[in-house]
């Protein structure tokens, strides 16, 4: 099939929303709730749909202060929520509902489209629950602007992170940022120097107790490069990336080769498992880290991120040419 | 004398024929010497012969008998920990006694103030024992000298035995022993024997959250002693009041047969070689020169460590010099001023500091001078400008270090009787000690007096810190007045106190408080404060931490009493181990070692991991404490 017009070709599959351009197919699913796969230039780019991020590996300190203990349901709902509604908007034109047969049957396969909007309504399993909105909005240059508005709620204990988790299938062989150096926090940031920098793997900082690690706040762009994949057909070694831009404010991410809950299990570095996978989160909003002690006293309160209120985020993802 | 296994039980004996404490001087034969090796000096580290008890009454009684067959025992690598070489088991623990769930002990003299507690130590299932034998000739040139067995540092009680002979006994683990092995020498085959027992009443002294070690942990050195030997050496600079003249006053003790019938010749040189003063005064048992004035001086500062040259030549009756002692000193002024605020050089002090504790992930606490050397490159490299020698007196090298290249110290004595008082958070002093008990006076007097004997002489050092989290009474207020009654150059510091105002008058310059909020340390400042104030533990390193630090640095721009703090803390105490399951080197922290009870990863606060690479925050410290080099 020939791309000429510079429009997204639309798959109105019956399990999914396919979207085509001249380098890259990305696949929507209904029954998955989610963005199933991002294929850019041959290369698969997700390994399960990305899915909200409510929890962070416990650190010491939120360890020592009980905070863990006071907002453990976000564990629960890091694991568990689940996708209860799914809205599609096709240039500008809202569906009432999802085009599954026999409402596609009147399509033929040469079905295009400037911007196609795709909305995943994730609902919490906390008490209360709340509402999270993933929106995907695919434009013809391949384009995904990602953004994800968290539904506040007076009754819901502070969160230990926010975010989309996008788990990629293989590891990364590096990843490049701009923004500032090191591992980052809102509260321990200020040493940090804003620059653009290459990191080798993907490193796990190597606190005696795994915990979370590897924070980059206020970032413009990350690229993030891999040579391997898990495509049996595929044996081409050249190296290929993918790049996160910044939507309308700079973006916070961590890439590790674990998700927090693996890392909430181990007591040892060693007890971490092999790393196979990258795990890419974008965090709309990044709690402090603390500092004052380690047994009683909580992250000063301006760097906590209250889930009373409405948090809103988006970045972009973009086909490096 | 004959040793006595019960003054592992008596808090009231804890040195036994040791020689007095006295500066740290080098001493070598000429000046050639000077930057390699003393002639006077010869190393007994190495391989030793070694038994393992896991019991005092297991211990080879007469292990120390010239004739004793020691075919049985083991080889032992000293200086190093006993448990680090497989006899024993690790155990890291936090503020509870290494016995915590498996003996029951209340320590001598406070339940019962009047009696003893017969077999606390000396029979005790926790008790082991290291039984150490060393075989040597005397080294070339120790012939005819007063020669002396100097251990820098042996954890925690320990009986020597000379050719046979019972030569003495010593306590506090982290404090050079002296013993004169004269009377006893031989050219050939010479049999040091040394038992080292993990536990004493000065285990209730030495309750520091760390790995629990014993054993012969430091250098082991023979001393040869010229006839005529600068035992002690007191150096003090003073700067005069306008800041840019000083006056030096130096003055030794002398030992040796012929201390009458030599000279010392002294020369101060300045960091570029000038000659600047000589001076000549005979020998005595003790000699003061006369002062010697500076019209202009170079002040020590972090910023500019600047180091004079003092030189003392020991001449005998024939012109021959027969010892040389080098001292770097340097002039700086600390004061606490009428406004409350401590001045240095003038100038208002701002702390920028680390507690440091000594640690390789390899060999625990027996660290090497290049393990030192890393450590002040990194706090040089990160703003660091002030170590708390957290819980007691380090390695000497690290001193002479601190003086070269401007590190603050904060000079902390062999002190912690934590689980005395503090109880899981709470605290009950009830068994309190020292406390303000006359039976643990004296032992906690010797560790402020070794400390201050042995360091004197060092310009970075400005605070004497008395200890750490042992409470407050009477006995600590005695230290702080020995210090008080010797050093008018620095000032003394202790924490604890906080629990005692009544105390206060009398225990600590400085208000000092550990992981004080900085809301608290606000109310503090804006109500009328008797005392400077220091944060002598913040920012507690654990894990991923070390958030918030620009609270505390508001303070120091806010208030010029707030003068910095000390973070907690420079190092991860974890420890390589071969994983087994994947074969890997990986670092283990406490309770690793099955030992029970155990405080676990609260071994791990450093700004650095074990491995002595930093952790991500240290650009965080590196920022703030450039702010107020």
Redesign the interface.
């Known amino acids: 099939m020939a791309y000429t017009n510079n429009k997204l070709n639309v798959v109105f599959s019956d399990g999914t929303l396919g979207l085509g351009g001249e380098d890259f197919h990305y696949i929507f699913s209904y029954e998955r709730g989610g963005l199933e796969s991002m294929l850019i230039q041959g290369k698969e780019w997700l390994y399960r749909t990305p899915t909200p991020t409510f929890w962070r590996a416990t650190?010491?300190?939120d360890r020592?202060s009980g905070f863990v203990v006071k907002s453990a349901q976000w564990l629960a709902a890091d694991m568990f929520s689940t996708c209860e509604k799914i809205e599609l908007t096709v240039d500008n034109e809202k569906f009432d509902q999802l085009p599954i047969a026999p409402y596609n049957n009147q399509y033929n396969g040469n079905e295009t489209a400037e911007t196609v909007a795709i909305k995943y309504t994730y609902k919490t399993n906390t008490i209360p629950s709340t509402t999270v909105d993933v929106t995907y909005t695919v434009t013809a240059d391949g384009k995904i602007n990602i953004h994800q508005r968290f539904q506040g709620n007076q009754d819901l204990p502070e969160l230990p992170a926010l975010g989309l988790r996008l788990v990629i299938p293989t590891t990364a062989k590096s990843f490049d940022y701009e923004g500032l150096?090191?591992?980052?926090?809102?509260?321990?940031?200020?040493?940090?120097?804003r620059g653009t920098y290459h990191v080798e793997g993907l490193p796990v900082?190597?606190?005696?107790?795994p915990?979370?690690?590897g924070m980059h706040m206020d970032n413009s762009k990350l690229t993030i490069t891999r040579t391997t994949t898990q495509n049996n057909a595929d044996n081409n070694p050249q190296p290929f990336s993918l790049s996160i831009k910044k939507a309308d404010k700079n973006f916070n991410f961590s890439a590790l080769p674990y998700t927090p809950e693996e890392l909430e299990n181990a007591?040892?570095?060693?007890e971490l498992p092999p790393a196979r996978r990258t795990v890419l989160t974008i965090f709309g909003a990044v709690r402090?880290?603390?500092?004052?002690?380690?047994?009683g006293?909580d992250?000063?309160s301006k760097?906590h991120i209250s889930a009373k209120k409405d948090i809103d985020f988006e970045f972009n993802i973009e086909i490096n040419k | 004398m004959k040793a006595d296994i019960k003054w592992l039980d008596d808090p009231e004996v804890f040195r036994v024929e040791q020689l007095p404490a006295h500066s740290d001087h080098y001493f070598y034969q000429s000046k050639s010497e000077i930057d390699h090796q003393s002639s006077y000096v010869h190393s007994l580290n190495g391989t030793w012969q070694f038994n393992f008890a896991k019991t005092p009454q297991q211990r080879p009684l007469d292990f120390y008998q010239e004739d004793f067959d020691a075919t049985g025992f083991d080889q032992i690598k000293v200086p190093g920990h006993i448990e680090l070489a497989g006899y024993a088991q690790v155990q890291y623990i936090n503020t509870w006694y290494p016995w915590e769930g498996k003996i029951f002990r209340r320590p001598p003299y406070t339940v019962d103030p009047d009696h003893l507690t017969p077999g606390i130590f000396s029979e005790a299932e926790d008790n082991s024992v290291g039984s150490y034998l060393k075989k040597f000739d005397l080294p070339k040139g120790f012939d005819d000298k007063q020669v002396i067995l100097q251990f820098q540092g042996v954890e925690q009680a320990m009986y020597v035995w000379f050719n046979g002979q019972f030569i003495g006994y010593a306590e506090d683990s982290f404090t050079p022993s002296e013993f004169d092995l004269t009377p006893y020498i031989k050219k050939e085959n010479n049999v040091l024997a040394v038992r080292v027992y993990k536990h004493s009443t000065a285990s209730y002294l030495e309750d520091q959250d760390m790995f629990r070690f014993s054993g012969i942990f430091r250098d082991v050195n023979l001393l040869a002693l010229p006839p005529a030997h600068i035992n002690d050496l007191d150096i003090k600079p003073v700067v005069n009041e306008d800041f840019q003249s000083g006056v030096l006053n130096v003055a030794t003790k002398m030992i040796g047969q012929k201390v009458e019938h030599a000279k010392l010749k002294l020369s101060v040189t300045d960091a570029d070689g000038q000659l600047l003063a000589t001076q000549e005064q005979a020998s005595a048992e003790k000699v003061t020169f006369d002062q010697l004035a500076f019209s202009e001086i170079n002040l020590w500062s972090p910023k500019s460590p600047y180091l004079y040259n003092l030189m003392i030549e020991v001449i005998d009756e024939n012109g021959k010099t027969i010892e040389v002692v080098p001292y770097q000193f340097g002039f700086r002024k600390v004061e606490l001023r009428d406004d409350k605020v401590i001045y240095v050089n003038n100038k208002r002090l701002v702390i920028n500091g680390v507690n440091r504790h000594e640690w390789s992930a390899k060999t625990g606490r027996a660290i090497t001078v290049n393990d030192m050397q890393s450590d002040i490159k990194t706090m040089q490299d990160n703003n660091i400008n002030a170590d708390r020698t957290c819980h007691y007196p380090d390695q000497i090298p690290w001193y002479y270090l601190c003086d070269q290249n401007g590190i603050y110290l904060m000079a902390e004595n062999n002190l912690e009787s934590h689980g005395t008082w503090q109880k899981a958070g709470a605290i009950e002093p009830s068994v309190n000690v020292p406390g303000d008990n006359p039976h643990w006076l004296e032992v906690v007097l010797d560790r402020a007096r070794s400390n201050y004997e042995l360091f004197k002489n060092h310009t970075s050092i400005i605070f004497w810190s008395l200890g750490n989290e042992s409470w407050a009474g009477s006995d600590i207020a005695a230290m702080n007045k020995f210090y008080k009654d010797h050093d008018d150059s620095r000032l003394t510091h202790y924490e604890g106190v906080v629990y005692q105002p009544d105390l206060k008058n009398s225990i600590s310059d400085v208000e000092s408080r550990m992981y004080e909020k900085p809301e608290n340390i606000i109310e503090y400042l804006e109500n009328d404060p008797q005392k400077p104030f220091l944060d002598c533990e913040y920012m507690h390193d654990m894990g991923n931490s070390l958030g918030g630090m620009n609270s505390y640095n508001d303070l120091v721009d806010k208030y010029p009493m707030y003068q910095g703090g000390f973070i907690w803390d420079f190092i991860d105490q974890a420890l390589f181990v071969k994983d087994e399951v994947t074969g890997k080197e990986v670092l283990r922290y406490g309770g690793d070692f099955d030992e029970r009870h155990s405080d676990y990863e609260f071994s791990g606060d450093g700004l650095m991991f074990a491995d002595r690479t930093e952790k991500p925050a240290m650009q965080e410290v590196k920022y703030y404490y450039g702010l107020h080099k």
Do not use: F, L
């Open positions: 650190t010491d300190n020592g150096s090191g591992e980052t926090y809102p509260d321990r940031m200020a040493g940090a120097t900082t190597p606190y005696i107790v915990q979370e690690c007591t040892h570095q060693e402090g880290v603390g500092g004052i002690d380690s047994w006293t992250v000063e760097y």
